[in-house]
């Protein structure tokens, strides 16, 4: 195969340059890492993944595999291509009318000779020959304008006989080119090994970020599919009870207005009949004739006795409507109840786990904390106290651990704050120390906090520190733990809440609340 079509299969069907770090997918073809990385993350919005070639698809994100062998290849072809260009690249010094490739060069004549004039070159030892090169001068020394033979190891220098002998490096320690050019090369490949090593490492770092990023979208996406349904049922169920309160309100109104106008028919019925009777005995009342009026059969009836206990106003015995609200509110209150449910079963839809009753142990306590009869506050005092000295108790800080320790689950417990300067709160495992630097919160790998110290907020583990960007302005914070997850994140409680930093661990022991506190008290809240 021609090195022009060797190149080309050795090309990037993206990038179109030869390959960088070669891998392979399921399918057999091969990519770049870097550019197969970012066309699978691009496809990863859409959920499907597929090959740039032929197209077939994968279910998941493809695992890309290093192909060892094509590596291997692009490596040597790339040193033979260099080595091509270095020799196509220098001509003979002689072949003047038609430049000629030159195969080897003169140190001693300083020219650069064909394979012809080689073999008709002077053999004398002053002139040695070396690989092509552009650069001859740069292999004499600059003062005694001879070939560089020796290397001094004390100034690190090539350097020629005349240099060794009566230059400034007379009497220093001297090594061939050969010989320092090998040690030199022994460490280079020290360094070399230690940076395929570092590389290696970089890049299972880069996996690992890689795999966290994809689950916390997974995870993300997830959530909110699932916020989204919640939210969805929540307004479902909503309408459906303003459709039903709405239905009860209309039913309730059309019932009443019929009874009303009802009644209201029959008065204005009896209410005609008693403008008649007035009528007429308005015309028996304006009659001159004396006779006439006394006459008057029907003088007797135009009162009925009935009425006449009754209301004057309501005419007696007709029927009234009932005193009170139009509407029956106890009913629209009912219905209007079962609002109550849905709110309380956002918090179910959100939430999973319950806030954690947390109690603080008194034997874990140091003698400057005082603990509260409920065991929910501590409080820094300069006041020692008489406690017995135990393997428990914190000795060289202000600390107190809970009794309650979490090896499973998700639980989440909040802290307010009064009055502390100093603080820290947290979670540690039950092995952490207990005297000396490492039993502080954060200093050590048994125990994760978040504190405040000279007016700066930080979360610490292991004896690192991150400082917070922002300082806390409530005056509560939460603790969520997520064991299986290895999660551990605290929030500042204020409206709305904000999240401050959140820990990634491999939990292998129980974990308990812990806390530290300088003056001022740390009081634990069930929300």
Request: net charge negative; with cysteine; charged share 30%.
């Amino acid at each position: 195969m021609a090195s022009a079509d060797l190149r080309e299969e050795l090309d990037c069907s993206i990038c179109l340059s030869t390959y960088t770090d070669p891998v392979m997918l399921r399918c057999g073809h091969n990519f770049c890492r870097v550019c197969i990385d970012r066309v699978l993350d691009t496809q990863e919005e859409s959920g499907v993944y597929s090959c740039p070639d032929c197209r077939e698809e994968f279910q998941e994100r493809p695992t890309l595999m290093r192909d060892f062998v094509l590596c291997k290849i692009v490596k040597n072809f790339q040193q033979t291509d260099q080595h091509e260009e270095k020799i196509t690249g220098i001509y003979c010094t002689y072949c003047v009318d038609s430049p000629v490739p030159a195969v080897g060069s003169c140190l001693h004549c300083e020219a650069s000779l064909c394979d012809k004039h080689l073999r008709s070159h002077n053999k004398s030892p002053e002139h040695v020959l070396s690989d092509p090169s552009t650069s001859l001068e740069r292999k004499k020394c600059s003062v005694h304008k001879k070939i560089l033979e020796y290397y001094c190891t004390e100034d690190a220098a090539c350097i020629c006989v005349s240099c060794s002998v009566i230059g400034k490096h007379n009497g220093h320690k001297m090594e061939s080119l050969d010989e320092a050019s090998g040690k030199k090369k022994k460490k280079l490949r020290n360094v070399l090994r230690k940076l395929i090593t570092k590389r290696e490492k970089t890049e299972e770092r880069v996996r690992s970020l890689e795999e966290r990023r994809r689950k916390a979208q997974e995870k993300a996406a997830g959530e909110a599919e699932r916020v989204t349904a919640l939210c969805t049922d929540i307004r479902r169920r909503v309408d459906d009870l303003e459709k039903k309160v709405l239905s009860e309100i209309s039913r309730q109104e059309k019932e009443e207005s019929l009874s009303l106008s009802a009644l209201i028919h029959q008065l204005e019925i009896k209410k005609d009949e008693l403008s008649r009777k007035m009528r007429h005995i308005e015309e028996l009342c304006n009659m001159t004739d004396p006779l006439t009026v006394l006459q008057e059969p029907d003088t007797g009836d135009l009162c009925d006795p009935e009425e006449e206990g009754g209301d004057a106003d309501t005419g007696g015995h007709d029927k009234q409507p009932h005193d009170g609200d139009a509407l029956d509110m106890t009913a629209i209150a009912y219905n209007l109840h079962t609002l109550c449910d849905v709110i309380s079963g956002i918090r179910s839809g959100i939430y999973v786990e319950d806030s954690a009753d947390i109690l603080l142990d008194v034997t874990t306590a140091a003698n400057n904390v005082l603990i509260s009869d409920d065991l929910k506050t501590a409080t820094g005092t300069r006041k020692k106290l008489k406690r017995p000295e135990t393997a428990e108790r914190f000795q060289d800080y202000n600390q107190v651990m809970s009794r309650r320790g979490f090896t499973s689950g998700r639980h989440y417990w909040d802290v307010a704050i009064r009055r502390s300067g100093y603080w820290s709160v947290g979670m540690c495992y039950p092995s952490i120390d207990r005297r000396g630097d490492q039993s502080l919160i954060g200093d050590n790998n048994k125990s994760w906090g978040l504190g405040r110290y000279n007016n700066e907020y930080s979360v610490s583990h292991d004896g690192k520190e991150i400082l917070l960007p922002d300082k806390i302005s409530s005056d509560r914070v939460r603790i969520h733990l997520d064991y299986e997850a290895g999660q551990l994140s605290f929030y500042e409680l204020c409206d709305p809440i904000r999240h401050l930093y959140t820990f990634t661990a491999n939990f292998s022991e129980p974990l308990h609340a812990i806390l530290y506190v300088y003056k001022g008290c740390l009081t634990i809240k069930k929300t």
